[in-house]
Each structure stands twice: as C-alpha cells, then as structure tokens.
C-alpha cells in the first residue's frame, strides 16, 4: 500500500515539472520577444526601412538588408527548389531500390547536419573563387540553395510517400506512362508537403548568416543591388553587425531589426505550419 | 455473493454511446464469457473493471462497478491498487521488450520489490501455473519476443498472476493464436477457475461454450442477454442471441 | 518518342539526385585541398597537442586545442541544458499531456529552433549575461555560460520533438499492458516506453550534439574570440566555428597560411559531425523497425 502511494506521489510531480519543462521554453521565448520588442519597437519608422547603413545609428536604416533579404530568398527558391524537387521524385520514384538511390539517401542524411559554416567554405571556393561570382548575391544564394536542398528533399520525399499507391495504379491502369503518373496524379496529392517543406527551407534560408559572413559578404553595403552580381548584405548580417559595436544606439538598431525579422521568419513559419494541418486534414485517403 | 456487480453502466467515447444500461452480477470462482459482434461494446465492458479506459480521451462513464461490494471509481481507490487486484490479459501478446524473467517480475518490481530471492520465487510460480515453466526454465533471460506467439500470451497470463490479482480479464487472450495455443489457453482458464475469478471477451462462441459457466451476449452497447452457458447456448431468449449463436449474422 | 522522353526524363531528375553527391564531394575536397596546404607548413603533431593558437599574431601557433575545448565547452553546457528539459517534455507530452494540448505545444516549442540563430546571439550578449552577472561573480561580457545556455534553449525542440516521436512509436499495447499491472504513467515511462525507445532518443540527442557543435552566430556573438585552453565557464573562449567567423570578416590574404587554418578549423568540425551523423544514421537503421 505504503509503495502505491508513493509511487502516485512521483507520478504527480513528474507531472508538474512535465508541466513546467514545457512552460520553460515557452516562457524563455516570451521573455526574449518582450525584451527586444522594447527595445526596438519604437525604433521602426519610415526612415529606418528607408534608409542606407550609417555611422551614426540614428540615421542608419535596413534598406539595403532587407532588399538583400528579398533579393536572397528570390534567388535561393529559383535556384533550390527545381533541384530538390527534382531530387526527392527521383529517389522515391526512381532510385528506391537501386544502389544509387542507397547512396544518395545516406549522402543527404549526412548533408543535413553539416554545419552551415561549411557551406560557407563550399560556396567561397566555388562560387565566389572559381566561378568568379565574387561575394555577390548569386554566391550567396547557391551558397544557401545548396545548404537547403536536403530539407526540401526530405520533404518532397516524404509528401509523395504519402500519396497511396492506388492513385498511381489507376493511372498506370489507364495507359499512362511513368512521368505522366508523377506529373498528373502524384505530385499534385503531394503539393501541400513539398510546398510546406518549401516554405520552411527559405525560412531557415532568411535567418542564416554564418555561410554569407564566410563567403564574404559585407555588413556595410551603401546602396541598393540591382542584379545578382552586384554586392549585398542582408538582415542576419546588420543585425550581426550592429549587435558587435558598442554604442547603445546600435543595439536598439539590430533589435529593431530582428523584430521585422521575427516577423518574416514567423509568418512563413506560420503559413507552412497552417499549409500542413490543411494538407493533413485533407490527406485522409 | 457475488463478487463483482455492475448497475447501470452507460459508457460513451465522445458522443457515441459505448454501452447502455448494464447491470449483472458475477461469481466468484467461475468463467464468465462475453460474446457478441465486433463493436458491440465487450472489450469496452471489460477494461471497465479496472479502469482500462481511464486513459482513453474522450471516455465517459455513468453507473457503478462493485467489486466485493467496493465502488471502484470511489476517489479514495487508488487506480494502481485496483490493477492489481483485477489483472488484464490483452488480445495481442505484449510482452515488454525484456527477458522472459523480467517480464514476469515487472508487477512486483513496479511495487519496489526486487529482493532477488522473493522475484525468481514469484516468477518460477507464475510461469507453472501458467503452464510456461517447463518450455522456458532454462531460458529465463531470454528476450521475451524470442518466444512464440502462444508462448508469449502465456507469459503475459504469468505476467499478470505474479501480482496475485483476484479477478482476471481476458480480452480476446486467443484470436491472436494458432488453434494448438488457443486450446493451451483454454485448459489454462478452465484450471485458474479455482483460484481465480475470470471474465473472457470471445469472438469464438465454440470457446464461450467450452469454457465459461455464464454467458452474457452484447448488441449495439446493450447487453442483450445474460445467464448459464449452457442455457444461452441451448434455448435463448431472444431472436438476436438465437441468430448470432446460430451464425445466421456476426 | 515516349520512351526518349521518359527516359531523358529520369536522367534529369537523376542530374538533380547527382548534385547532393557533387556538393558531398565538394565539401570534402575542398576541406582536404586547403588543409593540405597547411598541414604541410604545421606539423599534425602540434596541430592537436600545442595548447596555444594564435595564427594571427607575431608569435604563431597552431594548436586546435583551444578552439576544441571552447567548442567542446559550449556544446557540453548546452546539452546540460536541453537534454533533461527535452527528454521530460518529450515525456510529458506523450504519456501525460491531453491530445489537444500536445497539438497546440508542439509547434509552438518548434518555433524556438526556427528563430535565426544571430536573434539568440543578441538575446545571449544583451540580456542573459546580463542578468546572470548579477549572480556570478567574475562573469565577464563574452562567455561560455550564456552562449551554452541559450543555445541549449534553442535546440530544446530537437530533442524533445525526435524524442516524443520515438515515444509515440512505443505500441499503445505496451503501455496499456503496464498500466493493467497497476504501474503508474512514470513507472511506465521509465521501465517501459523510455527503453523500449531509447534508440530513438540516442538520436535525438547525437543529433543535437552535432547541431550544437557546429553552431556559429550565437558563440561568436556572445562566447568571445579569445582561444584560451580551459574549461572555466565565466571565461570568454572561442569555438571552432567563431573562429572561422574572425577570419572571414577579416582582411586575409588567399592562399596565405592563415587563410588555410581555416580549412583545418574547419575539417575538424566536418569530421566531428560527420561522424556523429554517421553513427545516428546507423543507429536509426539497426534499431528501425523493432515494434512487429
């Protein structure tokens, strides 16, 4: 009797500090959004999005990183996702079986957990060295294409696992050949994951900066790029950059910074977590 | 006197009315069956008596189980102490991915015994009366998913008699098994009767038949009839008993 | 004509599959080919024993040493952090939380591993050193507590999302077994569900070490670019990662030897998470379908 209740006792308070652990994070997260809203939310004007990079930090402004920002994520989806998509067809509808498959399926696995600085290695001597893209926009963009394809592999991959292979044998039933099936039948069912997958790739493409510091792109950019090979920063980058210098001023700079960052990050956070619930609800075959 | 008593049991999972209206009464040292179609509410009905459903979102219930005239949803019970004292066997084997002896002991580890004298005692008892022990006495640290499927429904049936529960619930403890192995359950419930008291889920109304003194058979969440094996088999009462024991729906 | 098609078909998105492999290879003999050329100049010997690297001033050394142990430092403050809060909410979330709370907690708890690493480096620097200076004597404004706590925040949801997934995996039969032997739901999780688990949780967790690893913004904004052999957590040290960091935005010339530490820095960080993937992708297929 005296161990039931004892027992019952331990299972209570796991319970509370279950409770509790998950309300950590939580709360940690609210803290550091309420801390950097008043630091930085007064600072958002007209002027701060319009205005060029300044020595003196009430003059500064995030006009050329977020049209950096803009101009990366254009580039980094036109470049990433023809390719992961691409890719993920192929090692579920083609090469599932064969050795190629094996080893590209293992490679990727491995891929996604290199650190992005070592993109930022990668990119520097092939972009920026060898193909002479100079610490430009396109080299920033392969750069960070290749350093998401693995996640939009991943998810293309898994979306069309999901597609029920009865879709497909009515196709083929039909006299349709392989490619028609895909095209037609599969990836449409399994546009909802990859486009979620997607979504959540070019989110984590907008918040990196490691890789776009080491291929050498500058914090400090004076005007505004008008094609893929002119120079450029971005966001993560000001805001790096101005959380390294010492006057105060500059540090409410980057918080006001990181909030239209959080913003973007979260909005296509949301629109891929919202896109998933849909496309899950709706996948009850 | 009867053991176990239900009044009034209405049960439901979300909206949808699980069991309706049950009350009966069960004795002590005898087999009682519950047949009927899928769905009908039988292995809900089991898993009320020590509160299997607890954990299942959604799960209301409405009515009172007695079990020696204790009402088991009482707030002073202690859901714990209750599964020991009223033991489950489920339909699918599951035994813990751990050694045949372990598997056994884990009743009693679970209360802070682990004095290794009193375990390896516990669990050489268990396994004979479930009729294990020759087949596995020299394996006893074996994995117990080495065994066979048959093998491995009784390990769980000496799994749940380690903690010398009263009552057992076997939900379906055969329809996992090959014929050979159904009937070595079967001999094995007819021998725990009398020491025990077990209440069976069956799909098989052959082995309701075979085994069970009383039989009680479910429609739609009522229970449709209620009384001596033999009687229910040979002359129902009701037209829906006399089609399902006649295999004319099912 | 179909069949042409199809067939050029399959060989573009094969080109597609082949451009994974490509940047594999790219990575590799890129980090080999640069470190070569300084592996000649320093000796590997002193590269892993000499406890000083300071490639960058008149007096050169070249030992990994101290970058090691910030890194090393860092991660192990980070995981100190994660690792228990994540396994029990992990735990929580699948044997006690109602479904619909599950549902609401999760992606919410995700959100933490998508903010950009460069905000935890400025919530790092600015507040939790900060306020931990308050407490701790001798803190000084770039260290390795606040860059490993905060970066154990952030990879918080890695563990306890893989984790929750390998507990739900567990068969319900296992659980309802243990629960109608009188167990409680946390002598079920710790007898139970946790080993039958623990594969999935190895995983979870060497996956995280590798993430920790070979994170860059919040160390480099908030541990400091002092390469100090020591394992004193008030101090600032410098990771492997942040070091790469200083020489990219410093002015160094191609080719040069400092320029090729670094491709060394960097080749030890590569093999470091790469083995740590390799051996989680080996666990992951061994211990894969173990439930029927």
Not at chain 3, 197 to 221: C, N, P
Request: proline letters at 4%.
């Amino acid at each position: 009797m005296n161990s039931i209740r004892k027992n019952r006792i331990t299972d209570t308070l796991f319970n509370y500090l279950g409770i509790a652990s998950t309300m950590f994070g939580l709360i940690m997260l609210a803290i550091f959004i309420t801390n950097i809203l008043i630091d930085g939310i007064a600072r958002i004007d007209w002027q701060f999005l319009t205005s060029l990079p300044s020595r003196k930090p009430e003059r500064a402004g995030i006009l050329t990183a977020w049209t950096g920002t803009a101009w990366i994520l254009g580039l980094t989806a036109v470049f990433a996702i023809p390719l992961g998509v691409a890719a993920g067809i192929y090692l579920e509808e083609y090469g599932k079986k064969n050795k190629l498959g094996t080893i590209i399926e293992i490679n990727i696995t491995n891929l996604a957990g290199v650190p992005s600085i070592i993109y930022g290695l990668l990119g520097l001597e092939i972009f920026v060295r060898i193909l002479h893209f100079g610490a430009s926009l396109m080299a920033g963009a392969f750069t960070l294409a290749l350093l998401i394809l693995p996640i939009i592999i991943v998810a293309t991959r898994e979306a069309i696992r999901a597609v029920p292979s009865s879709l497909r044998e009515a196709s083929f039933g039909m006299g349709a050949t392989k490619w028609q099936t895909i095209w037609h039948q599969v990836l449409p069912a399994a546009s909802g994951g990859i486009l979620t997958g997607i979504i959540l790739s070019l989110s984590r493409a907008v918040g990196e900066t490691a890789p776009l510091i080491v291929i050498g792109a500058l914090a400090y950019v004076p005007f505004v790029a008008k094609t893929p090979l002119d120079e450029f920063t971005v966001l993560p980058m000001q805001i790096f950059n101005w959380t390294s210098r010492p006057q105060h001023g500059f540090i409410i700079n980057a918080a006001a910074a990181i909030i239209i960052l959080l913003v973007l990050t979260f909005i296509m956070n949301g629109i891929a977590i919202y896109l998933r619930n849909r496309w899950q609800k709706r996948v009850k075959w | 006197m009867p053991t176990i008593q239900t009044i009034d049991i209405n049960a439901w999972y979300g909206t949808k009315q699980a069991l309706k209206n049950i009350s009966l009464e069960i004795e002590e040292h005898s087999i009682t069956a519950f047949i009927g179609p899928s769905g009908c509410g039988k292995s809900t009905f089991i898993r009320i008596f020590n509160r299997m459903n607890d954990y299942i979102e959604g799960f209301k219930m409405e009515g009172q189980v007695l079990i020696d005239r204790q009402d088991i949803n009482a707030k002073e019970v202690r859901v714990e102490e209750l599964r020991q004292r009223v033991g489950i066997v489920f339909q699918k084997p599951n035994p813990f991915p751990k050694s045949i002896f372990e598997n056994v002991a884990y009743g009693l580890r679970i209360q802070g015994i682990n004095d290794k004298k009193v375990l390896s005692e516990v669990v050489e008892k268990s396994l004979m009366r479930a009729a294990l022990w020759d087949e596995v006495k020299d394996d006893l640290n074996h994995p117990a998913l080495s065994l066979s499927g048959g093998q491995q429904q009784r390990l769980c049936i000496a799994r749940t008699l380690a903690v010398e529960p009263k009552i057992i619930l076997m939900d379906e403890p055969a329809s996992a098994l090959d014929p050979i192995s159904t009937s070595k359950i079967e001999d094995l419930a007819t021998e725990l009767k009398e020491n025990y008291t077990i209440i069976i889920v069956t799909h098989n109304m052959q082995q309701a038949a075979r085994i069970s003194d009383k039989t009680a058979f479910f429609y739609m969440g009522e229970m449709i009839e209620y009384d001596k094996t033999t009687d229910l088999f040979t002359n129902p009462r009701h037209e829906r008993t006399e089609n399902y024991i006649t295999g004319r729906f099912g | 004509m179909v069949r042409i098609k199809e067939k050029v078909i399959e060989g573009l998105l094969m080109t597609a599959g082949m451009i994974t492999i490509l940047t594999t290879l790219g990575i590799i003999w890129i980090l080999f080919s640069e470190s070569y050329g300084f592996f000649k100049e320093v000796h590997i010997v002193d590269f892993l024993s000499d406890t000083q690297w300071t490639p960058l001033f008149a007096q050169k050394h070249y030992g990994i040493l101290p970058l090691l142990s910030g890194t090393l430092l860092v991660t192990f403050i980070a995981i100190m952090v994660a690792l228990p809060l994540g396994i029990i909410i992990a735990i929580y979330l699948s044997e006690y939380a109602p479904a619909n709370f599950r549902n609401k907690v999760k992606p919410s708890l995700e959100i933490l591993a998508a903010v950009p690493t460069v905000v935890y480096g400025f919530f790092a620097l600015t507040v939790v050193t900060p306020f931990l200076q308050n407490f701790i004597p001798g803190l000084s404004t770039f260290n390795a507590l606040s860059a490993g706590m905060v970066m154990g925040i952030m990879i918080i949801p890695m563990i306890s999302s893989l984790s929750e997934d390998a507990l739900t995996a567990v068969p319900k039969s296992l659980r309802e077994a243990s629960y109608g032997m009188g167990a409680t739901r946390f002598q079920t999780a710790i007898k139970v569900t946790v080993p039958a688990a623990s594969s999935g949780i190895l995983v979870s967790v060497i996956l995280a070490i590798g993430r920790a690893i070979g994170e860059t913004m919040i160390v480099t904004i908030a541990a400091g670019q002092q390469p100090v052999f020591t394992f004193d957590i008030r101090q600032s040290v410098e990771t492997i990662t942040a070091y790469i960091v200083q020489v990219s935005l410093g002015d160094v010339q191609h080719g040069s030897l400092e320029y090729q530490t670094i491709y060394a820095a960097g080749i030890t960080l590569f093999l470091f998470t790469f083995l740590l993937n390799n051996i989680s992708y080996f666990i992951k297929k061994k211990y894969q379908e173990k439930y029927e």
